[in-house]
């Protein structure tokens, strides 16, 4: 199936194409309509058009709109996973998790707009004030600009059509070119449902040329991006006056104290490390664990680890299927390699298969090695010995990123300070930093970004605040 452009809710096709190869089995498995500059300025132009219909719709109508794609959704759950499988990798079982928490988000984003409103104000709370009907309203933002990565190519588009449609804003999708058939049925499911809103959802595919055209002009009044640091500088600096949301990715970390459950922290640990092989903003990369029980975690976390099954993503009981391509390999392989030189051990000696690349565990790592320092993106953790809680805190705080880090612990006065004191958007405690719910606020602080996702803080972030005053 080829993945054409909406522009708006008329499908395009056309004869030039891009293909996507399986990471797996390297054969082809979808392609999409290639797209340019200008097909992005028609979309934007469209979207604008239609952003003014959106904001008109009730509330009721959007909401009916959210839960009939979720229910279409459910309904092509297993197409949909085998799509996700067949474009990313992704093994089988987590696809169709990464389905069930769209189907969740969608909802969520539905129950949410019910509920958001205004508040009326005091005005006579000030000796300058006087009494006043006074109240602030919500409204939409106008047109959204949604770019979204590959690691979870159906749930984060969900994270931005959902709470922009459902605020009553009109979106153009420029989904990850790894996966644009994902993308293309979803956004079909939108785009046919007997309660959609006229050319409220376009989609276009492409890299720079076209992400750029998006970016930079006028017409957008909201930018919502997940993907890499470096993009993420070049959106902030381009976009101009606009409300900008961005994802940046991590480097988690998480602290292990000599009270903990070791048990629990070295299976939760090995789940954090190495689900969807690494490839998550919020993957645990840094483990920094108690001296007095370093060893014996580092052991534990080894088992856990072997016990991970690597292979087909198509099999059920696959746990880890393949890196995006030979390049995320090369990458991966190099920071192993350089960590070793460095003076770090592999517990687990590094392999790869195709674009399997195995979990690997690096012991006596230090502050100072590469492997630490930037985000890896694979499914590579390190273990650094700490004498106390005070000296990971250190460690874990200085880091460039700032997205969510956790701590494991039955010492009710390091969770105390742990919340207040770690750096970053979001702090788990006695689980890894790899957890999020799709309800919750998400996102991170230095150069992890900007903005919070989840649907009652994206509807905020995707909507306007007009005050009012009646004398």
């Known amino acids: 199936m080829v993945a054409n452009i909406f522009f708006g809710s008329k499908e395009v096709s056309r004869k030039e194409m891009t293909y996507r190869v399986s990471p797996y089995s390297k054969e082809v498995v979808s392609s999409a309509v290639i797209c340019s500059a200008d097909d992005a300025n028609k979309a934007l132009l469209i979207a604008k058009e239609a952003s003014k219909e959106a904001r008109k719709t009730t509330i009721a109508q959007r909401c009916d709109w959210l839960l009939d794609v979720a229910k279409k959704l459910k309904e092509n759950r297993e197409d949909i996973a085998k799509t996700i499988t067949d474009e990313v990798g992704k093994p089988i079982v987590f696809a169709r998790v990464e389905v069930d928490r769209c189907i ?10 019910r509920t958001m409103h205004g508040e009326t104000i005091n005005t006579d709370a000030m000796r300058s004030g006087k009494k006043t009907t006074a109240f602030f309203i919500r409204e939409s933002a106008g047109v959204v600009v949604a770019i979204t990565p590959f690691n979870f190519p159906l749930n984060l588009v969900a994270h931005k059509l959902a709470p922009a449609l459902a605020a009553g804003n009109a979106v153009v999708l420029k989904p990850t070119p790894e996966a644009p058939l994902t993308a293309y049925k979803f956004a079909k499911l939108f785009i046919e449902s007997e309660y959609a809103i006229k050319d409220a959802l376009s989609v276009v595919y492409g890299d720079a040329e076209v992400g750029s055209a998006l970016i930079t002009s006028e017409i957008p009044r909201v930018i919502s991006f997940t993907g890499s640091v470096a993009v993420g500088n070049i ?75 690597v292979g087909s993503p198509y099999e059920e009981d696959t746990f880890m299927g393949p890196l995006i391509d030979d390049e995320a390999c090369k990458r991966a392989m190099s920071w192993v390699e350089s960590a070793i030189k460095e003076g770090a051990t592999a517990m687990l000696s590094p392999k790869i298969e195709g674009r399997l690349f195995y979990p690997c565990i690096m012991s006596e790592v230090r502050d100072d090695m590469a492997i630490v320092c930037e985000e890896v993106f694979a499914p590579i953790v390190s273990l650094i010995r700490v004498e106390s809680f ?21 010492d009710l006065s390091l969770t105390k300070r742990a919340i207040y004191e770690l750096d970053a958007g979001g702090v788990v405690i006695n689980d890894i930093p790899t957890l999020r719910f799709d309800i919750q606020p998400y996102g991170g602080v230095k150069l992890s970004g900007v903005g919070r996702e989840g649907p009652r803080f994206a509807i905020e972030e995707m909507s306007e605040i007009k005050s009012i005053v009646i004398c």
């Open 104 to 113: 969740e988000t969608i909802t969520i984003s539905a129950e949410t707009m």
């Open 235 to 309: 959106i902030a600096k381009s976009a101009g006056i606009k409300k900008i949301s961005l994802e940046l990715g991590g480097n988690a970390a998480t602290y292990i104290d000599e009270s903990a459950d070791l048990d629990l922290a070295a299976s939760r640990c090995a789940i954090g490390a190495f689900v969807n092989s690494g490839q998550v903003c919020i993957s645990l990369q840094r483990i920094y664990v108690n001296a007095k029980i370093y060893d014996e975690f580092a052991q534990k976390m080894a088992e856990q680890t072997k016990k991970l099954v």
């Open 390 to 410: 005070d000296d990971a805190l250190v460690r874990m705080n200085n880091s460039p990123y700032g997205l969510q880090f956790s701590i494991f612990t039955n």
